[in-house]
């Protein structure tokens, strides 16, 4: 029953370090995206992917990239970290993105930029 | 720019009480999710609303979609404290040839004690 696995589940990154928050589901599931939540903002999508190989820009996408080389994975890369990317970062999938399907999220990784 | 809000932000109530949070916006939505997160986890979906004017209960919660289809609540009867979490409204946006994005509201946190 592993579902959304995101790793690390905590991460403190120095100012212009990268890094790359991994995510992996086991559902077979083609839509996969990234948010970001912070407080009194709800959750914010900052990219997403409707299959291998397609992915395409959310609400927040600065100073982040992803790639979908395979269904299963879905990796968010920060490229030179900054203090306002701390932040808790959800990884979700859901069977397909026509609206009303279930999305599952992981479990978060918290973000520290210092 | 935030399309939906929430009301109230926060909310703390005994045991036993009953309550209403509500979800707004001007823009029309093709489907409503309300979602609960509980603390360090991901938000797990509680129901989803397609139709103008739909109710659904879920135990003692019950939700509601608006005839237009721009905004919703979500009613608790006799609230436990495992109710108790961060519960948030999503909205897909009617899309053509695209996938829909899933806009989340800012959040109502509730607190029942005993």
């Known amino acids: 029953n592993a579902g959304v696995t995101q790793t690390p589940k905590f991460q403190v990154l120095k100012t212009g370090q990268s890094m790359t928050l991994q995510c992996a589901q086991d559902?077979?599931?083609?839509?996969m995206s990234w948010y970001r939540q912070d407080p009194g903002m709800g959750l914010r999508l900052i990219h997403y992917?409707?299959?291998?190989?397609?992915?395409d820009q959310g609400e927040v996408p600065n100073g982040y990239n992803v790639s979908r080389s395979t269904t299963e994975d879905f990796p968010l890369r920060l490229l030179s970290a900054a203090p306002s990317q701390t932040s808790v970062y959800f990884c979700?999938?859901?069977?397909?993105?026509?609206?009303?399907?279930?999305?599952?999220f992981g479990e978060g990784s918290w973000l520290t930029v210092v | 720019t935030q399309l939906l809000e929430q009301s109230p932000q926060f909310l703390s109530i005994q045991e036993g009480e009953n309550l209403t949070v509500y979800c707004n916006s001007s823009?029309?939505?093709?489907?409503l999710q309300w979602y609960r997160q509980e603390p360090g986890e991901g938000p797990v979906l509680l129901v989803t609303?397609?139709?103008?004017?739909e109710v659904k209960k879920l135990k003692r919660l019950t939700f509601q979609f608006g005839d237009a289809r721009k905004d919703s609540s979500l009613h608790i009867t006799a609230a436990q404290p495992g109710d108790t979490g961060l519960y948030l409204c999503?909205?897909?946006?009617?899309?053509?040839?695209?996938?829909?994005?899933?806009?989340f509201g800012t959040g109502t946190r509730l607190q029942v004690t005993l």
């Open positions: 979700a999938s859901s069977y397909s993105w026509t609206g009303g399907n279930t999305i599952y």
């Open positions: 559902m077979n599931h083609e839509y």
């Open positions: 992917s409707v299959g291998a190989g397609i992915t």
């Open positions: 823009s029309v939505f093709s489907s």
């Open positions: 609303v397609v139709t103008g004017g």
């Open positions: 999503a909205g897909a946006r009617i899309n053509t040839g695209t996938a829909s994005k899933l806009t």
